[in-house]
């Protein structure tokens, strides 16, 4: 069983289709270091910050100073698939993982997304472009942008697709909420989280066998252009927003302390970003955080990718 889920609602191939091809640096991992509204009636946890006690495992590769090429972080999230899907077939413990990375720039789009929705021509592109297996219409990664891939076997917590959407935007709007008293939210029948007008993360998954994979983008630092370039997620009638332009929105008028942070400079805010989105993690999927260590990715760049079997099964 597949399925998709796009945080918006067609011939670009499923891999790099234009010219601006980067080679991931040779075993990237060695130069990362690990580190440490409500909608319909969905029920997701309530804050758990006395009483939580986590009920799964989940690996986490903390990646979120370096800036990995598109095309490297696809490979480790469909190794990992692949190795959660044969732990299953083996009836063994299947727990989850966690990517936190920020992209070099790059547009990508979902499996049925229309060119429509690039104000430029394909073959003229300003950054690479890919089309994914993930639900969606086409966004923007790029620096700035503190981007999650959370690859899950929902069989350890709800085996529902809705649920797991709200989840994740859940994540974010409670990241926003407590670290900067920015009011984020829902809008109804579109998946993201927003400020009033302005969408500050976008969600696109796959599920394949109730395994995860894809995730969520915020804009925390990132520069807002790139996005001119494309008709993001499809919407024409919304904007997009950064925590970074909201704050600044806020330092005169704001009301919470916390609020009014001392300036942060961009590298600080995504790294106050970072831990709060991985705590926010860890509380609504109720996991527990292993930071994971270089070694691990080493493996994953080493054991090839069966394409073809991901894309069938």
Not at 11 to 16: A, E, F, K, M, R
Not at 39 to 67: A, D, G, H, M, W
Not at 139 to 150: A, E, K, L, R
Not at 248 to 256: G, L, M
Request: glycine residues 4%; proline residues 5%; neutral net charge.
């Amino acid at each position: 069983m597949t399925l998709t889920a796009t945080h918006c609602v067609a011939s670009i191939p499923t891999y790099p289709i234009c010219k601006h091809q980067h080679k991931p640096p040779r075993s990237l991992s060695r130069r990362i270091l690990s580190r440490s509204n409500r909608v319909s009636n969905v029920k997701i946890p309530q804050s758990t910050s006395l009483t939580f006690e986590p009920r799964n495992e989940c690996e986490c590769f903390n990646l979120y100073e370096q800036q990995v090429p598109y095309g490297q972080a696809w490979a480790w999230q469909k190794s990992i698939v692949n190795e959660k899907k044969t732990l299953i077939q083996r009836n063994e413990d299947c727990s989850d993982s966690l990517f936190v990375l920020q992209h070099r720039p790059v547009y990508t789009l979902g499996t049925a997304s229309s060119e429509q929705f690039l104000n430029f021509d394909v073959k003229d592109s300003p950054f690479d472009i890919y089309r994914t297996e993930r639900g969606g219409e086409v966004t923007y990664h790029g620096p700035g942008q503190i981007v999650m891939y959370p690859i899950m076997n929902l069989r350890n917590h709800k085996m529902d697709l809705h649920w797991y959407l709200r989840s994740l935007e859940e994540v974010i709007i409670r990241a926003l909420s407590e670290t900067f008293c920015i009011k984020a939210s829902r809008f109804e029948g579109l998946t993201g989280v927003w400020h009033g007008n302005q969408k500050l993360a976008a969600i696109g998954i796959r599920v394949s066998q109730w395994i995860t994979y894809h995730g969520l983008a915020l804009n925390v630092t990132t520069d807002l252009t790139p996005f001119r370039s494309i008709v993001p997620c499809g919407l024409r009638d919304y904007q997009v927003g950064s925590v970074k332009g909201l704050l600044k929105e806020f330092q005169s008028s704001a009301d919470c302390e916390r609020a009014r942070l001392p300036d942060p400079d961009d590298g600080q805010l995504l790294d106050i970003t970072c831990k709060s989105l991985i705590k926010e993690f860890s509380e609504v999927f109720q996991v527990r955080i292993n930071h994971e260590t270089t070694s691990r990715l080493e493996l994953l760049e080493r054991k090839p990718v069966n394409h073809l079997e991901e894309e069938t099964n």
